[in-house]
């Protein structure tokens, strides 16, 4: 190079034109001289001594001590600890051993003497130094001569020879060598020091090769040189510690000089694994392919980001991962870093400036290299993700580590089991390509390697070779990142493949080739094992030598040693640009000829490359190596396969990957699976081995779908044809069963091996090795097959025959059948073990408990598979069908583990082999099977965690499902349905489907467009009121051009026009044909929903990589879906949901009517989930304005005057509190909408919500309002009742004590108890009550009232009123009586009459005639005119009665004749009371009044049933239903002819129309009741006003008078018992007797025992006041003990919380109890069977005691009375006034004023009750009085604890039954054809648009549904019925034929969802078996015709169906 002046100012020093080390060592010594004097303190510094130093060594290091003694001046103890500064620490050990004791304790004579015997060995470590092949040559010099030339010099740059001389560095820990680079040829490295465990093994190394020495002389620099100094040290240029590679140490000629350091090779690998963030991973959990795809791998920012972001872009086969590995964000970190450590100069020139050139300024040495971070990355990474990588790396044509060297401590390591699942083709001897693993195919492996340095990079020779197009299969220097240094992959081997392509023509090398590059120096420790490993392995090595290196034909000799018998060698040499090539290079290269030759080495066999740089050179070079590679394979013949190699590795200490325990032990459980199949032989395979998917499965699978469609049923009857699929389904399961009885020796051997729960990494490698195996045997049968198909599909597409065409169809149809046969693999195992799962489950307690049991883990073991990667078949590709409880079950299992976790689902669609699971494979990572030909048979799915980079995308899981391709043309037959059944369930399924195009042309799309927009269509009208549109991506492949969007922007426009074509056709088809544009199916953006791929691979294959631009594109879709669509959506799916929109979907697709049969369940989830909302937000305002009344209550209890004014003021308040929690109710209904995850579906019904909510706001506050003006009025009364009476009470109260001074004078010493004291009070009470005036009752009888306002109002027409009364009070009484017959009659129970004369049916007229008689005879004696109604009375009808059941027990078998007695009596009774049963008017005896108690029944009457039978009572209570008459009354049946003057033409939809407004009707009377507080005429008017507003709204019927009389005396009769019972307890209300008694006869007995025993006062006030207190607590529970029940029973009953739930327990009840009466009271009278249940379920709640524990009812009152009393004790010991006259009166308004607000307490009443008391100690009083308080709340413990229900419902209008009720009785409706109830849980929804629906529908038996000719009851459900073509006739269509799927006609307000296939379910199927006779006889029909299928049902069965 030119010389280089000294850049100091003023210096005139310039350099010789040397080589740039030598300038660089020139410079750097130079620059001493403008050292600054001052800093040369100490001119010699303190030398160093190695263990590693030799006996040559001691002389210059003893003269280098003495001089550092002299100069510093050092003695004694001083001078020994410097003296062992001086050594190394191996040196020091070394000292120690020798010498012994320490160190310190020694002389320095005794140091200098042991550590010249430790030198005196001939052991050496010899220290490696740069190569100096370049240095500048002098033909007439020697090599020594030359080296000792440069290493001599002085202080003042001058050299002198001194070849003796042998001086070693002051401190070899501290050698630096320039650091610089000139003209950016050098850079530096961090230089490998071996640790110590390798020295001596090293140091035998040197001796065994007895290499030259050469040595370089050095002066270590103070610390102003620069920071640089060059040390002499010893080089071996065949060892280099200093790890000079191809790569680091040569570019373009020059050499690379790197620093030594402290740090070992060990610390240095987990310093950069450290880095990397990869220590935790490498003898640690291994890293999965679930953890690569977790991990966000787009940021770069840290050394730890780099191996994830190279994770992925493997994964995603894009080949420049590998390299590009540093960001600029790394590289500035690591510059900062660098500029940090680097110390300040000072006063010194920089000279690495000045060399540096353009060079990256950042420290190499710092950098990765990126084979280190791959090979990093194989370590970490688990034996499963390896194999991955492994496949990504053989698409992306890059090299593949084979051997791994020794990292960490740890043996070498040869990687068999992550190259097994490495697939390619090889061609065979014939020509034919041949697909197999890599490691099993025999194949020449031709390996390279180098000796020494060599000026070529060996890496890029050898990618020239293998490919045409420079790709970097092999990483070279030149590569990215290619001169960053390297410590983890030296001794790398490295595999890669090579296949000519298919023209041979102009090819260099025409055979497979497999080849291996040995990475770093041949010659180094580190790749010993690796090198000879290689040469065994071998057919041909080609080893690189430089020209230097040729002098040493030993080298080539111990190279050769180590080759196999027959491996041949080619000898490649090279040369530095700047070698000189004289005489004396030709003479060793000829003497390295000829002794080559002379052992056997052709000559042809040794090339010479002398001229690197040139490119015709290397092409040439190219071409001769491949030349010479073919004729040294041509000489040997014998070819090994990788697997067959690595059986050398044992031997060679090199372990294999697939030496484990477990591997090892999966492996021969998988062989011998194989070795089981392949016994039985490969025909009929599938059939012999895997017999439950074949033939079983697969007839069972298209029975189900003709099971759905009945399309073969011919003229069978709908009954019959079912049956006989049902059975021969039946048989199928049963078959299947049969053979998983029997020995199956792969499907045992297989469920043996995988029944493990959790999964171990056993049964992973089990299943892998199975694959592979599998996998492999496929492999050698089925691409015959496929050439076999594809011939005869071309012979039929050619002929044109008709005949001929038949009979090739005939043979493809069984060449694909052969072909379907041979695909044989995992996926078939795991089909066999779902089916085998399906078998059992269908057929229940047939199978024996082990196999249930074995069945049971399954699905558990696949859900833990999927969440391991493992995809889960959907649908069976052979048979086309889904296993549904198989995947329900998995998906179930699924989510008892993710829980409620978002899953967003991405599917494919596209036609065959055009590269859909390629995409899906790329995008995410996965392993979906890819080839030619049919890949993906039927629906794949697998589960993959979302990345943390995409966490804000609110999902958690992405469900990736991949489908076979649609129009196979090999599959032959026209298979359109199944594949618009497979776009129709991918759609569907997908949250987006990406639709997959091959090329950019519209017309190869067509096909694939008709399926979507079919599908999208269909999607879009099952759901267009919820507004939700399946979304997809169109992805063309296959399109280079990178400005293709604009280019086809003209193609794009017909893209559009077409997609509006398909769509317009797509909706005529559908019969929609207001769909003409794509648009209106999805919202598709031209410009952002096409993408464009560029082709899969980049150049012509099979040595074509995977095109990177390919990889890109796919992460921009990915990139969209992530960031955007997955965002963007509203509405979320887990697991369970996924399970539903499946089942929904597939149903839809099994019935071919997707539209109509589809049944969205998530949609009534949805809704389901909203009234359950709305339900809690309504109970809320509800309880809320409950609390706010009842608090407000003891405030108007409290109150004496300015009741209007406190009426206004508290109704001011109720608007505002009720207003307020208003707006809270609809905050909460709003953020529901807003934030639930179902919002798309629930929008249709916000608007209604709001309204349901407003009206229940405003019904809630009209109804408080009223009870607060009740309450006012009530008060009123009150005040004006207390001023008349006020007179008496004194002297009431006078007497008591005049009475209490005689009873004490009169006893004496002998006092009488408290009971004797309440005889006594008693009877003078009750003299003292008479002597109260009481005003005159009203002469009110409500009965009277209401007859005597309808004869006004029917006074034209009295005697068709009077008519009606009596036939209706008639036919009440017969019903009643005929109802305690049954009841009594039997122990088996029939609720109707026709069963019950069935039963009877020969005593029938006898019965009948009994009846009549009994009923005639009261008739008779109520209406003589001679008799009165009274007592008398009643005994007549009671003898009458007796006379009756005398005679029915002569034809009767009684079970409980006294009571059947009573039930008569009672209901006659009550039939004598009712005025319609009367001539005469009921006239008052003398003095009496109208007293009609609840239920109808005369006192008179009442009072002689009480006498006369014991009993009474309690038959009361339990026939009040029938008592209170609504039963019979409210079910008014509407008769066209008899209610209307309408001809039969003009009458067909009355009934529809009148019946529902006749339904409003009663419910608006029963409104009425209840809010009345009394009778009055005004109730009566008002409800005929209301039949006459009816009436009015039906303007086109004309009603008839018996019509409008029937009715009103109907809703009569109905709110009769209502009125009567509001009537008696007003009346009770305003009798001043019993007010008075009722508010003092406690407190009058307390004062009358406290004058008696003579308390102080402040004691008996304290008795008087409490129990007045006592009362008010029990009071303030009482009222609001019916809210609080209410919640907790709410929040704890679970069956009462929605209706869904009320209905699905009632049924399971009545399934436990059994019993057709109650089955058939559901059925008949669903409200009164569910009110049953509700008071069912509440009393076992509430009143059922456990153990000796109280009742949950005792418990809540006892908290509340707790609370309650406590707090009013508290207010007692308030703080009181001072004593004084005043006090007490003061205390006790004070303390009226503490409790108003919580207790029922006048202030008027505290003072009444303590007038005449002298209260002396106020203390003593409120102590005294809090004492007895507190006392008394276990006496209302008490008496809440003897409450029953009963009393609970007498308690409060709005008891906890009554409020429950409301609130999950819901709709009441029924379906018209079944009964089935209305599930939805909010009476009158349809007002809002939403329809009955109903959870299930029954056999239409359960609706009285019967044949017209036959009588036989109807089996069919409904959905059925509704999806065939039947007709049906009822009262509704005036008994014309009308088809059912028009019922809509006649009941718009039911959605019934047709489905042919959707038969009644289990439950009601084991309903009809077991009371098939019993509902015959009670409907008066024929029995049905039971399926022979539905009697195996069990009772379990039906149980278990309700949960489904």
């Not at 002198?160 to 850079?187: A, L």
């Not at 190259?419 to 083709?425: C, F, K």
Request: aromatic residues 8%; charged residues 30%; hydrophobic residues 35%.
């Amino acid at each position: 190079m030119p010389s280089i002046k000294c850049p100091v100012p003023g210096c005139g020093y310039v350099t010789e034109d040397l080589d740039v080390a030598v300038v660089a060592a020139l410079l750097t010594l130079h620059n001493n001289v403008h050292s600054s004097p001052s800093t040369a303190k100490v001119e010699v510094k303190r030398p160093c001594i190695l263990a590693a130093s030799t006996r040559e060594n001691w002389p210059s290091f003893k003269s280098r001590w003495s001089e550092y003694v002299d100069a510093t001046k050092i003695t004694g103890q001083e001078k020994v600890e410097q003296l062992l500064e001086c050594c190394d620490e191996q040196l020091r050990r070394d000292l120690t051993t020798s010498l012994g004791g320490a160190l310190t304790d020694k002389t320095e004579e005794e140091l200098l003497a042991g550590i010249e015997r430790l030198l005196a060995h001939e052991k050496r470590l010899t220290v490696p130094r740069e190569s100096l092949h370049n240095l500048p040559r002098d033909s007439g010099a020697s090599s020594d001569e030359q080296i000792g030339a440069l290493t001599q010099t002085d202080n003042e740059g001058e050299s002198e020879p001194e070849p003796e001389k042998d001086e070693r560095p002051q401190n070899h820990h501290d050698m630096k060598v320039t650091q610089g680079v000139i003209e950016r040829n050098i850079s530096h490295k961090e230089v490998q020091n071996k640790d110590n465990s390798l020295l001596e093994v090293e140091r035998k190394d040197v001796l065994e090769k007895k290499i030259s020495k050469l040595e370089v002389a050095g002066q270590k620099l103070d610390k102003n040189s620069g920071g640089m100094e060059v040390c002499e040290h010893f080089v071996d240029s065949s060892d280099s510690d200093m790890e000079v590679s191809e790569e680091d140490t040569e570019n373009g000629g020059f050499m690379v000089i790197h620093k030594a350091d402290d740090v070992s090779p060990l610390e240095k690998q987990e310093e950069l694994l450290g880095k990397l963030g990869l220590s935790k991973y490498v003898k640690g959990e291994k890293i999965s392919l679930l953890d690569v795809v977790t991990q966000s791998s787009s940021k770069r920012d840290l050394m730890s980001d780099i191996p994830w972001h190279v994770f992925s872009k493997i994964l995603m086969l894009d080949y420049r991962g590998r390299d590009d590995i540093i960001s600029p964000a790394i590289e500035n970190s690591l510059a900062t870093d660098e500029t940090i450590q680097e110390p300040k100069k000072k006063a010194t020139v920089d000279f690495e400036e000045m060399f540096a050139g353009d060079m990256d300024s950042t420290s190499l040495s710092s950098m990765p290299h990126p084979m280190d971070v791959l090979l990093a990355l194989f370590m970490c990474s688990s034996n499963f993700l390896r194999q991955i990588i492994c496949e990504k790396l053989f698409m992306s044509k890059l090299s593949i580590p084979l051997v791994i060297p020794s990292v960490l401590g740890e043996e070498p390591l040869s990687l068999l089991w992550s190259l097994r699942s490495t697939v390619a083709e090889f061609k065979l001897p014939s020509g034919d390509l041949y697909e197999t693993s890599v490691v099993t195919h025999p194949i020449p492996i031709v390996s390279c390697l180098r000796v020494g340095e060599i000026s070529r990079s060996k890496s890029k020779f050898l990618n020239e070779i293998l490919n045409d197009q420079s790709h970097p299969t092999f990483f070279h220097r030149d590569c990215q990142n290619g001169m960053n240094g390297r410590i983890l992959s030296e001794g790398v081997l490295e595999i890669a493949w090579y296949f000519p392509p298919k023209r041979h023509e102009n090819i260099d090398l025409s055979r497979d080739l497999a080849f291996v590059n040995l990475r770093g120096d041949g010659e180094s420790t580190r790749t010993a094992k690796s090198l000879e490993f290689l040469c065994k392995i071998s057919s041909v090595v080609i080893v690189m030598i430089d020209v230097n290196g040729t002098g040493h034909s030993a080298k080539i000799d111990s190279l050769r040693l180590k080759f196999s018998h027959n491996t041949q060698l080619i000898l490649l040499v090279t040369k530095q640009a700047s070698t000189k090539f004289d005489e004396m290079s030709k003479m060793r290269i000829k003497k390295l000829i000829d002794s080559l030759q002379c052992k056997g080495l052709p000559l042809e066999n040794i090339v010479f490359d002398f001229d690197a740089r040139g490119e015709k050179n290397i092409k040439h070079l190219k071409c001769k190596i491949s030349g010479l590679i073919n004729m040294n394979l041509a000489v040997r013949t014998e070819e090994v396969s990788i697997k067959e190699c690595m059986k050398l590795a044992d031997s060679l200490g090199i372990g294999v990957d697939e030496n484990t325990s477990e591997c090892s032990k999966s492996k021969k459980m998988a062989s011998s699976i194989i070795q089981g199949i392949c016994k039985s032989g490969m025909d009929n395979l599938k059939a012999k081995t895997m017999p439950l998917q074949c033939q079983p499965w697969q007839e069972w699978a298209e029975l189900h779908k003709e099971e759905h469609r009945r399309e073969r049923r011919g003229n069978d009857s709908m009954d019959s044809y079912m049956d006989k699929i049902a059975n021969d389904m039946r048989k199928l399961r049963q078959k299947q069963l049969q053979l998983i009885k029997n020995p199956n020796i792969a499907r045992d051997a297989f469920l043996d091996s995988c029944l493990t729960d959790p999964v171990s990494e056993e049964i992973l490698y089990f299943l892998r090795w199975l694959k592979l195996h599998l996998d492999e045997m496929s492999r050698q049968t089925v691409p015959s097959l496929q050439k076999e198909c594809s011939k005869k599909w071309n012979k039929i597409r050619e002929c044109e025959d008709v005949t001929q065409r038949a009979t090739l169809q005939v043979e493809l149809d069984e060449s694909e059948k052969k072909l379907a046969e041979a695909s044989f693999g995992l996926e078939h195992f795991m089909r066999e073990i779902a089916q085998a799962y399906e078998s059992v489950q269908y057929m229940g307690n047939e199978a024996s408990a082990k196999t249930i049991e074995q069945m049971q883990c399954l699905p558990s073991i696949m859900a833990e598979l999927m969440l391991l990667g493992y995809p889960l078949e959907i649908m069976d590709g052979d048979a086309a069908h889904i296993p549904m409880k198989w995947v329900q079950a998995v998906l179930g299992q699924l989510t008892k583990r993710i829980g409620d976790k978002k899953i967003f689902v991405l599917s494919v669609l596209g036609i065959q082999s055009s590269g859909k699971s390629t995409l899906l494979n790329t995008m995410f990572g996965l392993q979906f099977a890819v080839a030619a030909g049919r890949c993906t048979r039927g629906v794949f799915a697998q589960l993959l965690p979302v990345c943390t980079e995409y966490s804000g995308t609110t999902y958690d899981y992405i469900l990736v499902v991949d489908t076979e391709g649609l129009r196979a043309a090999e599959l032959g037959k026209a298979k359109l349905q199944h594949d618009n059944e497979i776009a129709t369930l991918v759609i569907g399924l997908g949250d987006i489907t990406l639709v997959n195009v091959k090329g950019e042309n519209v017309s190869e799309m067509e096909d694939v467009l008709q399926i979507v927009v079919h599908a999208l269509l269909k999607m879009s009208l099952v759901n267009k009121n919820l507004k939700l549109q399946p979304s997809c991506i169109f992805i063309h492949q296959n399109v280079s051009a990178q400005d293709a969007s604009q280019k086809l922007r003209t193609g794009q426009q017909r893209f559009i026009e077409t997609l509006d074509k398909v769509t317009k056709a797509a909706g005529k088809q559908e019969d929609n044909p207001q769909y003409t544009r794509f648009r209106q199916l999805i919202n598709f953006d031209i410009n952002k929903d096409i993408f464009y791929i560029s082709d899969l691979w980049k150049g012509d294959p099979p040595m074509a990589p995977v095109n990177p631009g390919y990889s890109e594109n796919i992460n921009n879709v990915k990139q969209k879906l992530m960031t955007y669509v997955m965002k963007k959506r509203s509405f979320h799916l887990t697991a369970d949901k996924f399970c539903a929109r499946l089942k929904d979907l597939w149903n839809g697709i099994l019935d071919q009517n997707f539209v109509f049969s589809f049944k969205n369940s998530l949609e009534m989830d949805a809704y389901n989930s909203l009234e359950s909302e709305l339900s809690d937000i309504q109970w809320s305002m509800k309880s809320s304005a409950m609390e706010w009344f009842n608090s407000k209550r003891n405030l108007i209890s409290n109150r004496e005057s300015e009741l209007e004014k406190l009426s206004l003021d508290l109704t001011s308040e109720c608007r505002q509190h009720l207003d307020k929690v208003y707006q809270e109710a609809v905050k909460r209904l709003d953020n529901y909408f807003i934030t639930h995850e179902d919002r798309s579906f629930l929008e249709q019904w916000r608007a209604n919500s709001a309204l349901k909510l407003k009206a229940s706001y405003s019904t809630k506050a009209d109804s408080v309002i009223d009870n607060i003006r009740c309450e006012i009025e009530k008060r009123k009364i009150q005040i004006e009742q207390k001023k008349d009476m006020k007179a008496y009470i004194n002297r009431i109260m006078t007497e008591a004590q005049e009475l209490a001074e005689n009873l004490r004078l009169q006893e004496g010493k002998s006092k009488l108890s408290e009971e004797e004291l309440k005889k006594t009070f008693r009877k003078k009470w009750n003299e003292w009550l008479k002597t109260i005036p009481q005003k005159e009752k009203e002469d009110l009888n409500v009965v009277e009232q209401i007859n005597d306002t309808l004869e006004r109002v029917f006074v034209q027409d009295l005697p068709l009123l009077k008519k009606v009364q009596e036939e209706r009070c008639l036919e009440t009484a017969r019903e009643n009586c005929v109802k305690a017959i049954e009841t009594y009659a039997t122990d088996r129970i029939y609720l109707s009459r026709n069963g019950f004369w069935n039963m009877l049916s020969k005593d029938k007229d006898v019965i009948l005639k009994y009846l009549n008689e009994v009923i005639e005879n009261v008739e008779a004696v109520v209406k003589d005119k001679k008799n009165q109604i009274n007592q008398e009375c009643a005994q007549n009808i009671i003898r009458c009665v007796r006379e009756a059941v005398k005679k029915l027990g002569s034809v009767l078998k009684c079970s409980n004749v006294n009571e059947l007695e009573i039930c008569l009596a009672i209901f006659l009774c009550q039939y004598a009371s009712h005025p319609y049963s009367r001539i005469s008017k009921l006239e008052p005896g003398p003095g009496k009044t109208y007293e009609v108690v609840a239920y109808g029944i005369l006192p008179a009457f009442e009072q002689v049933l009480l006498k006369t039978f014991t009993h009474y009572k309690e038959v009361m209570k339990r026939i009040k239903p029938e008592l209170m008459l609504q039963n019979s009354s409210r079910n008014f049946n509407f008769d066209i002819k008899k209610h209307t003057q309408m001809t039969k033409e003009k009458s067909q939809n009355i009934e529809q129309h009148v019946q529902p407004l006749i339904d409003n009707l009663f419910v608006d009377v029963q409104t009425i009741t209840d809010k009345v507080q009394c009778f009055s005429e005004h109730s009566i008017e008002e409800i005929i006003h209301m039949v006459v507003s009816m009436e009015s709204k039906c303007n086109d019927v004309s009603f008839t008078k018996t019509f409008r009389t029937e009715l009103i005396v109907y809703l009569c009769q109905f709110c009769l018992p209502k009125l009567c019972e509001k009537q008696k307890r007003y009346v009770e209300d305003r009798d001043q007797r019993l007010v008075y008694e009722r508010d003092n006869y406690g407190p009058c007995f307390e004062r009358f025992k406290n004058f008696y025993f003579k308390f102080t006062d402040e004691q008996a006030l304290a008795n008087v006041l409490s129990e007045r207190v006592a009362k008010a607590i029990e009071n303030a529970v009482n009222m609001d003990m019916a809210r609080t029940l209410a919640e907790d029973v709410r929040n704890n009953v679970s069956q009462l919380q929605l209706k869904p739930a009320f209905l699905k327990s009632v049924l399971s009840e009545l399934l436990e109890v059994d019993e057709f009466r109650e089955f058939h009271l559901y059925l008949s009278d669903l409200d009164e069977s569910l009110q049953k249940w509700l008071c069912y379920y509440i009393d076992r709640y509430l009143f059922t005691q456990q153990m000796n524990e109280p009742n949950r009812y005792t418990t809540v009152a006892s908290q509340k009375i707790e609370s309650l009393t406590s707090e009013v004790c508290n207010k007692i010991l308030a703080e009181a006034p001072s004593e004084d006259e005043n006090s007490f009166l003061m205390w006790i308004e004070d303390f009226h004023s503490r409790v108003k607000d919580i207790l029922t307490l006048p202030l008027e009443d505290l003072l009444s009750l303590s007038e005449g008391y002298n209260i002396v100690s106020l203390k003593t009083f409120t102590k005294s009085f809090s004492e007895i308080v507190q006392k008394s709340q276990n006496v209302i413990k008490d008496t809440f604890r003897n409450h029953t229900p009963a009393d609970h419902k007498d308690t409060q209008e709005d008891n906890v039954y009554n409020l429950i009720a409301a609130e999950c009785k819901g709709c009441t409706e029924r379906c018209p054809f079944c009964s089935a109830p209305c599930s939805l849980n909010t009476p009158g929804h349809t007002e809002g648009g939403v329809n009955h629906t109903t959870l299930e529908h029954y056999p239409e038996a359960c609706g009285t549904y019967r044949f017209t000719n036959s009588q036989k009851l109807v089996t069919e459900s409904c959905t059925m019925l509704v999806a065939g073509d039947t007709r049906f006739s009822c009262g509704a269509t005036n008994d014309q034929y009308h088809p059912y799927k028009d019922y809509k006609e006649i009941y718009p307000h039911w959605e019934i969802h047709g489905d042919a296939s959707v038969e009644a379910t289990p439950y009601w199927k084991w309903f009809l078996v077991q009371y098939e006779a019993q509902l015959a006889e009670v409907f008066e029909a024929e029995r049905p015709d039971i399926p022979s299928s539905w009697r195996r049902i069990t009772k379990d069965d039906a149980l278990n169906s309700l949960e489904k």
